[in-house]
């Protein structure tokens, strides 16, 4: 699938658009842990406790394979922006299972039911698939509406990656970039727009618009005197 159609899957359940779960920048704890950087708001006991965690592992390796090519899957790169993996969305679901310890059973549940999967439509492990038999077990739980009611325990586990992945990846610049969104940057007014001011038959006095719609006299305040001319 490309990367729109990945998007459609990831926001296929009730789940996956409502649920981006309160987390820092995939990256962002580990580089104040090492000095690298420091996260406004945050307590010391707050930057102690991160710092702790990152010291430990809860993937195994065969683990992070797995959530690797599962994030990649649903966020792969293309011309325009990093995959998952890239951006460190594997990182930030391992701080995630350790800042939120109540999502470990199911999260390691479901990687194991991969390796189930796997050996039942394949007679093999998940980490040796190729690209269309993962596409397969996927497809399996990936569409809540579609999914067969003895997946019900697997799709759940499939929402729950899903919204880590998009809560990781969209926290990040990259995503921001590819959403399109800009935040809070300084804009100019540059007066009523024309379509407006043309339906009560009115128009911007070009004389004006050479003074105070300019960005570096945004701030200065007009006078007028009785008649409504223009002082300064």
Known sequence: ???RENL???????????????ACQPGEKEQDAKGMGTLGGRTEEEKLRDAQ???EQFFTEEEQKKIRTLVDFLLPADENSPSATEVG???FIEFMMKD???LQTPMRGGLQWLDFESDELFGTTFNTLNSSQVKEI???VAWPDKASAAYSGAVRWFNLLRNLTCSGYFSTEAGWKYMGYMG???NVWDGVPASVLAKYGLSNPEKYAAIY????????????DEEGNLIG
């Open 1 to 3: 699938m490309n990367r």
């Open 100 to 102: 939120q310890p109540n």
């Open 89 to 91: 969305v594997p990182e």
């Open 53 to 55: 965690l990152l010291k």
């Open 138 to 140: 996927i497809d399996l």
């Open 184 to 186: 809070n940057q300084p």
């Open 213 to 224: 719609l300019k960005p570096e006299d945004r701030a200065k305040v007009a006078t007028w």
């Open 8 to 22: 459609k899957v990831l926001f296929a359940s009730s789940l996956g658009a409502g649920l981006l779960l309160n």
